[in-house]
């Protein structure tokens, strides 16, 4: 265990989960516990969903109070060369259809509208 005391994480060896169980499914599926339970702020009387497979690149989306839409995108990469940067140039057009999103959260790092 390092010094800080957290466990080391090797998501290259993520338990397989979805349907079909893939590797990626359990990290889509993880990035959007964290996104509902705790890694984002959301208002009071969010509206949950998810997209399930094929999600079209989209992992789910919130639905606050006011109507605005927050979605998310998880990417499941290991080196960040061009295919990578393709396949995140592209999260705001995947996540065009969930409706008039206001905030989109990419596990990359970034906060993209």
Do not use: T
């Not at 338990?15 to 079909?20: A, K, L």
């Not at 009387?45 to 979605?71: I, K, M």
């Not at 295919?83 to 592209?90: E, F, K, T, W």
Request: aromatic share 10%; with cysteine; charged share 25%.
């Amino acid at each position: 265990m390092p010094s800080d005391g957290l466990p080391d994480f090797d998501f290259a060896r993520i338990r397989p989960y979805g349907h079909p169980a893939s590797r990626s499914g359990a990290f889509e599926e993880l990035a959007s516990l964290l996104i509902e339970q705790g890694v984002v702020e959301w208002p009071d009387g969010v509206r949950f969903s998810r997209f399930g497979n094929p999600d079209g690149g989209r992992e789910g989306r919130g639905v606050l109070p006011n109507g605005d839409v927050w979605a998310w995108q998880a990417k499941y990469l290991f080196e960040f060369d061009s295919s990578a940067a393709a396949q995140v140039a592209l999260v705001g057009g995947s996540l065009s259809p969930c409706g008039d999103h206001q905030r989109v959260v990419a596990d990359e790092g970034g906060v993209v509208k």
